[in-house]
DNA sequence: CGGAAAAAGCTGCCATACAGGTTTTTCTTC
DNA sequence: GAAGAAAAACCTGTATGGCAGCTTTTTCCG
């Protein structure tokens, strides 16, 4: 049974596998949260008898996943929910080919014809500005390919944030780090101003849905928004 | 604009992070794909000029994010696509409170309703008799929640996997070890053995539908199947 | 009492050392 | 010459000690 994907049963009974774990524990069982300080790295050491070294890649561990903050002279604190890690890991997947970017087009129309339906029913007056504003500004910037870019990336963000499930939040920032690679590919195949304005339109309309409070429409316009895409990358001959 | 689940935006000039992105940088450059051997600790300290000590905290975080494999003696390797570091940033959301278990079914169902659905339009003859394995499993080991539970998320997985995604997969196994841990709560909340038979009975159906090819009875049975979930946990008093 | 200066504490990084596992090379024997 | 065993070379896991530079706490002065 070849699982394809997987996750390490990982007793690893290294020293350092043992103390990401131990550190863990003292999150939950002290029930820290964001902005809480953990103890110093030679406070843990003496504590768990083991180097400093370990409990230094510990630390370095759970930083790679955004688990805790590290900065330089500071005590560890426990950070706040953050993609970083997880876009890592997509971006792995992709670069390795274990992923194709149309596997990442399909799984983000399923979770973002969702957010943009949720957004549309419990979005704020101040996420509709948002996302209205960063629409407008992909239509205002339309010569400038990496202005428009970043203004995508951000209102797929605010929608997903507007849907009020971090989860969500979480999911599609975790699409960021490729998407930033693949989409100028996308961008490049829609070659007449045309159809450039055409794509930032479906992105005014379904702000204007999310600002209506029409759950309907905005799920069929991310749904349109995703075909199309779809249909430019493989314009672009991308598998 | 508080962003609530962000991303670091990590110029972080640590000789850590920078060493971590030559690392990745490399296996791209070099087309490395999964089990192809990363250069030894020692040579990458030469190659990029900082001490054993940041190259091995680099391979760390890189092992603690599952990009590579590190075993003693041996080389790193690439590693293949793996959930384990997502199921902790999950698990960590939910302990630190800035997620909510039942946030988690939301984001659940709207993706396993369309594994479901893409399960039972792709599913190979294997995959069909390893889900319906797993779903008989549960019904005959049912007075032992442990093994109920386990072939509960094998089954589940076994799903993502038919779908031809891994990137389904690897969100349905981001909440693995948050599922370990909120699944007896759900079990407990159906107290007679006729509610437990129940909720196994819509695995063996969902099973039987993916086995048929019948996409929408599949995506219908997920579909009440997290919608009976939710309610059972609603039950059991979780927020 | 307020604020500046000194002290203490902490992290980032480095060099060195050695035990124990793994790979490669060499040597022996058939 | 080939197969297999022994040795050498290489590699990672962990520990120790040290120092620069940043932060927090304490102390002391006005």
Known sequence: MST?????????????SNTIGEITRHIRTHELGPGDRLPSEAALSRQLSVSRTVVREAFSSLAAMR??????????????LD???????????????????????DVRRTIETRTAMLAALRRTADEVEGIRAHALAM???????????????AFHLEIAKAAKNPVFSLIVGAFERVSRQTWPIGWRSRPSDAEQLEMIQIHIELAEAIETGDPQSARDLMARHFDESVKALLAAGIA
């Open 4 to 16: 394809v994907v997987a996750a390490k049963h990982s007793d690893a009974a290294s020293l350092v």
């Open 67 to 80: 688990l805790i903050d590290l900065r330089a002279g500071r005590r560890a604190t426990v950070a706040e």
């Open 83 to 105: 993609y970083g890690a997880m876009s890592l890991v997509i971006e792995h997947g992709v670069h390795t080919e274990q992923i194709t970017v149309q596997q990442i087009y």
């Open 139 to 153: 239509r205002e910037n339309f010569q400038r390919p990496e202005q428009v870019m970043e203004h995508d990336l």
